[in-house]
């Protein structure tokens, strides 16, 4: 008999904002970093925290302090309170609108969920998931001359006596890793101290001048984009549903592991000018894959942080989007023979150097994105990487310790994998991968095995 049990209760719903009358009405215009991403399903952030309290003590304590400390935050990064909007049919470039009173959706529930589960490592099921994962409010289109589209919630979810997972829902023309990043800096800051004093005394706040400046590239991007689709009154954004037959783990990279694959690249390859642990990390994982699917061609995608390789440079604490990404085609054939490995790391190795060795490299290959052509011919199987090791979400500490586990949940949507620095050692790399149960058996089995 199925338990009547809920998986999840609701304990309170909340609108929070910024402290009154701190933050001035604002509007952000996008670039085309961020057009870019309109059409691109919600980020989904996962953190489990070890934390054996009770309900009432949740609710409480950790209730209390969430919502205060939320606020505050809210004050310096005052667009994620507010809402895209977007003009169809008008030259209008769409842009982030905060005005007095906009807030974000913040939902507290207990979850009778197995928490040891879920912060495993091993295949689980994806759509246990969900349950913990907050729903981006309702796109707003009956005004008629804009679409209104939510760009943050939150939820967080109590296992009685185990622990406390926080989950966000970001919609990507927002903001990029490293935005979100600064955004849980402060955050966590401020919850630990109860203000804002030591992220004032130990952070840069947010820059929002738009420094990225290429108009006839936004301009460019939004015309895509109007191509895909008019913002109609039916429009919404993609949500995760289930069930699925899909299930999610985590594999990891050691540093020990990583240094051996970097050392059988530079015999194999003296001369490739790129071995870094990015590079042979994702070649073992994109052969890894690759043994587990019978496409004939595969699409790699990994992301760079643009901010210093512009020109002129952008600052790190610039809000927005400011990535690209360093596209890569190969024969499964390949991947899968004896040699694939080194195949797909000369591959990324030589890509990676074009990119970042020229200074304008970052710039051609956003132009080549404007040849629909190229477009064509791409595989339809595109192997996406999200995240970077670069951000260490493993030290976000809201009071409580660090994160006992991170689950990016929207590798979900498509054929996408993960990556984060490692929690037991920030030189390590742990991959989060989405597959079917047959598909993740085949993937386990090459992965454990090594190097041929």
């Known amino acids: 008999m199925a338990s009547l049990i809920p998986i999840l209760t609701v304990l309170e719903q909340s609108q929070v904002s910024p402290p009154p009358a701190l933050v001035k009405d604002a509007s952000i215009p996008l670039t085309f970093f961020d057009i870019f991403y309109l059409l691109r399903p919600p980020m989904h952030f996962l953190y489990f925290y070890h934390l054996p309290l009770t309900t009432l003590q949740f609710t409480q304590t950790i209730v209390p302090n969430l919502k205060h400390s939320l606020s505050i935050t809210l004050q310096h990064f005052f667009p994620y309170a507010g809402n895209l909007l977007v003009f169809p049919g008008h030259p209008r470039k769409p842009e982030i609108r905060y005005v007095e009173g906009d807030s974000v959706k913040v939902t507290f529930a207990e979850c009778n969920l197995d928490f040891p589960d879920l912060t495993g490592y091993h295949p689980r099921n994806c759509d246990k998931f969900y349950h913990l994962i907050p729903l981006l409010e309702n796109v707003n289109s009956k005004i008629s001359d804009l679409v209104k589209i939510p760009v943050f919630s939150v939820q967080v979810s109590i296992f009685p006596n185990f622990g406390i ?225 670069k951000v260490k979400l493993y030290e976000m500490d809201f009071g409580w310790g660090k994160p006992k586990k991170i689950e990016r949940v929207a590798i979900d949507y498509g054929a996408s994998i993960s990556i984060e620095a490692g929690k037991e050692c920030d030189q390590d790399l742990e991959f989060g991968v989405c597959l079917k149960p047959t598909q993740m058996h085949h993937f386990q089995r090459v992965f454990n095995l090594g190097l041929p």
């Open 165 to 389: 997972s926080v989950g966000m829902s970001i919609h990507h023309s927002l903001a990029d890793a490293t935005t979100q990043f600064n955004f849980l800096k402060a955050w966590t800051s401020i919850a630990r101290f109860g203000n804002d004093e030591s992220f004032l005394a130990n952070n840069t706040l947010p820059i929002y001048q738009r420094l990225v400046n290429y108009p006839e590239l936004d301009q460019m991007f939004l015309d895509v984009t109007k191509l895909a689709t008019n913002f109609n009154k039916d429009y919404q954004l993609p949500r995760l549903c289930g069930p699925t037959d899909k299930v999610r783990a985590t594999f990891v990279l050691t540093r020990t592991f990583i240094n051996q694959l970097k050392q059988h690249v530079s015999i194999k390859l003296p001369t490739l000018p790129y071995v870094s642990s990015l590079t042979v990390a994702c070649a073992y994982i994109w052969c890894c894959l690759a043994q587990s699917r019978d496409d004939e061609r595969q699409a790699f995608v990994i992301p760079i942080n643009c901010r210093t390789r512009m020109e002129p440079p952008v600052p790190e604490d610039y809000f927005g989007n400011c990535i690209w990404s360093c596209l890569l085609v190969a024969n499964t054939s390949v991947l899968r023979g004896s040699e694939g490995f080194v195949a797909a790391a000369k591959l990324i190795g030589e890509n990676l150097h074009k990119m970042l060795s020229d200074k304008d490299g970052i710039m051609k290959a956003i132009l080549v994105w404007k040849d629909l052509s190229i477009h064509k011919s791409i595989p339809s199987t595109i192997i996406a990487v999200g995240g970077t090791p």
